[in-house]
């Protein structure tokens, strides 16, 4: 029903910048929000941003306030994640994550929010 693309991962030095995509392929779905998560080696799933995919309000973790981004383009269907300043702790698997309309609070941070993934996209900051 819903199919997630991420790409744009990489190897960048510290202080460098990449921006990640997320190509959204659905058929008859809704999609309400999406958001970042990142997963470190030996580490569980982190929160790093949501966005609403229609109203475009965002959130993020504070680690990544002031240097990551978070966007969409709804005409192509594709959310991005801008990141400059990166730094060695940012190295990690990116996933992007939608969420389709569910009655009750929205815990965007919470994992068990988001009913699609995808595969995840690698970054490694060199220091």
């Known amino acids: 029903q819903v199919q997630l693309v991420e790409s744009g991962g990489g190897l960048v030095p510290a202080g460098g910048s990449l921006r990640l995509s997320c190509a959204v392929s659905?058929?008859?779905?809704?999609?309400?929000?999406m958001g970042w998560f990142r997963q470190a080696p030996g580490k569980e799933r982190d929160f790093v941003a949501a966005?609403?995919?229609?109203?475009?309000?965002?959130a993020y973790t504070d680690s990544v306030k002031g240097r990551f981004t978070i966007s969409r383009n709804t005409a192509v269907n594709t959310l991005y994640l801008l990141m400059n300043r990166l730094k060695p702790e940012d190295t990690a698997v990116y996933y992007c994550a939608a969420r389709r309309y569910s009655s009750g609070t929205y815990y965007y941070h919470l994992l068990t929010e988001y009913h699609y993934w995808g595969q995840g996209t690698p970054v490694t900051v060199s220091s």
């Open positions: 966005i609403n995919w229609i109203g475009g309000s965002t």
């Open positions: 659905r058929k008859t779905v809704s999609i309400t929000d």
